[in-house]
T-cell receptor, first 114, second 112 residues
Framework: NAGVTQTPKFRILKIGQSMTLQCTQD?????MYWYRQDPGMGLKLIYY???????DKGEVPNGYNVSRSTTEDFPLRLELAAPSQTSVYFC?????????????FGPGTRLTVL | DQQVKQNSPSLSVQEGRISILNCDYT??????FLWYKKYPAEGPTFLIS?????DKNEDGRFTVFLNKSAKHLSLHIVPSQPGDSAVYFC???????????FGQGTRLTINP
């Protein structure tokens, strides 16, 4: 199993550009998450999904959109990139019902907006 | 409003000694707690968890203690090894919720 994979690993965007961060998991997990980590800070939840077709906002959803058309994929879309979105983005998945359980993380995407 | 706090940004420990990482929380509804370890350029990996019905959970060199009255948990690593050098995050959740709230992290350095 590859686990959780994320592409790209690095990206530099100009202000106002858009991009999609890709996330795929091969563990058949129902639950998937997007986090961002700013320097010296913990992980902040952007969006999450409890299954295909179901998504919900996390703590910091502004400026982002998600979709979940399959169990495996959970892409994160940035429509109008802003310098405040410079961060490291982590995708995660988990399997436990009734609680978050152990979340499995991808290696991250480092995004810089200039 | 930081619901989960790790007040020590960094900690340095001699190899072979005990490392103690601390975490405080403010939300009394939290009933499940986890510790994650993160190496540079990698995603966090799960280390150990504890439910609020327990006050201690052990897994090899790692033990997590939970003090509900103080809203405090700690991770003990004994003995500390160089490979334990990493950033450690504590996280908390409410039973039934699918979301975790993370602390800011503590960078642990194990000196030979």
């Amino acid at each position: 199993n590859a686990g959780v994979t994320q592409t790209p690993k690095f990206r530099i965007l100009k202000i106002g550009q858009s991009m999609t961060l890709q996330c795929t998991q091969d563990m058949n997990h129902n639950y998937m998450y997007w986090y961002r980590q700013d320097p010296g800070m913990g992980l902040k939840l952007i969006y999450y999904s409890v299954g295909a077709g179901i998504t919900d906002k996390g703590e910091v959803p502004n400026g982002y959109n998600v979709s979940r058309s399959t169990t495996e994929d959970f892409p994160l879309r940035l429509e109008l990139a802003a310098p405040s979105q410079t961060s490291v983005y982590f995708c995660a998945s988990s399997y436990r019902r009734g609680g978050p359980g152990e979340q499995f993380f991808g290696p991250g995407t480092r995004l810089t907006v200039l | 409003d930081q619901q989960v706090k790790q007040n020590s940004p960094s900690l340095s420990v001699q190899e072979g000694r005990i490392s103690i990482l601390n975490c405080d929380y403010t939300n009394s509804m939290f009933d499940y707690f986890l510790w994650y370890k993160k190496y540079p350029a990698e995603g966090p990996t799960f280390l150990i968890s504890i439910s609020s019905i327990k006050d201690k959970n052990e897994d090899g060199r790692f033990t997590v203690f939970l003090n509900k009255s103080a809203k405090h948990l700690s991770l003990h690593i004994v003995p500390s090894q160089p490979g334990d050098s990493a950033v450690y995050f504590c996280a908390a959740s409410v039973q039934g919720a699918q979301k975790l709230v993370f602390g800011q992290g503590t960078r642990l350095t194990i000196n030979p």
